[in-house]
């Protein structure tokens, strides 16, 4: 706990925003109490308040690097658990439109865990720490401010239990790390304050699981398959082992605009055949299921722009999917929450950190990883936004790049260290790198033909 520290910050939400916002929070408040609906101590699976938690998740690079300095050696508990850990270009094969990037050695370490082996790893540092404590199976209530409503002063919660009373957790900072259904906007209005503008972007995304033994090992000593997802072949899936589990895999499809992966077992192997890496159906047409499939719906990504509000309430901040919740195909919430944490301790060195200057830099954290997902997401001609002629060339130079990448190594480096937010964007507009895309870029001739959304072979829509 460091110099000028006071009384007590209250976090709502113990997911993975708010264990990393705990985990800043910790060096500058005595107290630190995290709330959430679920029971979370000891909990090493899924759990009802993370509902994609039972579907693929990834930890880009840049966000790896935060969390192993967070928590240094959180790599060797993942490790403990199971997770093998590994290059995150070399070690898993990316594929677009059925063709293979060619592998390099990136440098840039990919951890295969899944969402509640991670999730419990982080868990267990944060509440290591003898300042932080957890106040679970608790519903949040609301907010409570000063008579003049220009400062938050606690927050209202109620246990989840029969014949409960609503309590005020009084507190010198709230910060609200709930997810997509944060009420803050709700409650600001409620307060007389305007709620923030939002950003979407309709994708219509779903997300089918499902995890299986199998009777030979397809991966070798790759981490993961991964056929992405691409404006001309919109099917994609995360086909890779789960840590610790004795051989079981799981397998994630994805679709686009209404092309739901089906649940049924006839549905979703029709769905596994269509993809144009035949590898995946080899893998599971005859292997040994373990669950039933499991489906989950993502509308739209939404940027809520707190950071072009004037007013706001002191001792309120508002992070991760509460502030930006992206298409998680792209894999950079985790990430983005992290880099909010970064946003957090620079503003605890200065003192209380005041909400508008606050979500003003953490903006600057996000513009990329939006501009990134948002305008590859427009590369699909159904889905609704204004489409700039910066976002038409960015996308149709990106494609050509992804098939450059196919013939040369240099390429898929290049776009792993942006897809990881370790490199911006821009950085592949370097000369260099453009004079490698018009050489290696040429369409190359395939006999897949990409499934339309709506269309299942064998299966229902």
Request: aromatic share 8%; charged share 25%.
């Amino acid at each position: 706990m460091g110099e000028g520290s006071t009384r007590r910050v209250v976090v709502l939400g113990a997911s993975m925003g708010g264990l990393l916002a705990a985990r800043v929070l910790a060096d500058r408040y005595a107290e630190v109490l995290l709330v959430d609906r679920d029971e979370v101590t000891g909990v090493s699976g899924y759990r009802p308040g993370v509902p994609h938690g039972r579907h693929a998740h990834g930890l880009v690079a840049r966000g790896y690097q935060i969390l192993e300095s967070q928590f240094p050696g959180l790599t060797d508990d993942l490790r403990a658990a199971g997770v093998v850990p590994g290059d995150f270009s070399g070690d898993i094969r990316w594929y677009v439109d059925g063709q293979r990037m060619l592998p390099s050695r990136s440098g840039l370490v990919s951890v295969p865990a899944t969402r509640p082996v991670l999730e419990h790893a982080v868990r267990n540092r944060v509440q290591a720490i003898p300042n932080v404590r957890v106040l679970e199976r608790h519903d949040i209530v609301g907010l409570v401010t000063t008579p003049d409503r220009a400062r938050v002063i606690g927050a209202r919660v109620q246990r989840r239990a029969e014949d409960s009373r609503e309590e005020v957790l009084d507190a010198d900072l709230v910060v609200d790390a709930t997810g997509r259904g944060s009420r803050t906007p709700a409650w600001l209005a409620a307060l007389g304050y305007q709620r923030p503008a939002e950003d979407r972007v309709k994708i219509d995304l779903a997300y089918t699981t499902r995890h299986f033994r199998l009777p030979e090992d397809p991966f070798g000593s790759d981490l993961a398959i991964i056929p992405a997802a691409t404006p001309t072949s919109p099917r994609g899936a995360f086909f890779y082992r789960v840590p610790g589990d004795g051989g079981v895999v799981e397998l994630t499809l994805t679709g686009i605009l209404g092309d739901y992966p089906p649940a049924d077992p006839e549905g979703f192997l029709a769905f596994v055949r269509s993809l144009p890496v035949p590898d995946i159906y080899r893998a599971v047409q005859d292997a040994e299921p373990v669950d039933d499939a499991v489906t989950f719906r993502f509308p739209a990504s939404v940027r809520r722009r707190y950071e072009r509000l004037t007013r706001f309430p002191a001792g309120l901040l508002v992070m991760g999917d509460a502030v930006c919740s992206f298409n998680p195909i792209y894999a950079q919430g985790m990430t983005a929450a992290a880099l909010g944490s970064l946003v957090l301790a620079e503003h605890l060195r200065h003192g209380e950190p005041q909400p508008v200057a606050f979500f003003r830099d953490l903006a600057r954290q996000l513009d990329s990883p939006w501009d990134f997902s948002g305008g590859a997401d427009l590369g699909y001609a159904g889905v609704e936004g204004k489409r700039t002629a910066k976002i038409r060339f960015a996308n149709a130079y990106v494609a050509r790049l992804q098939r450059a990448a196919t013939r040369d190594a240099r390429l898929t480096d290049a776009f792993i260290r942006v897809a990881g937010l370790i490199d911006p964007p821009s950085s592949l507009m370097r000369p260099a790198t453009m004079l490698r895309v018009l050489r290696h870029g040429r369409p190359r001739a395939t006999n897949h033909t990409p499934a339309r959304p709506g269309q299942l072979l064998g299966g229902r829509s």
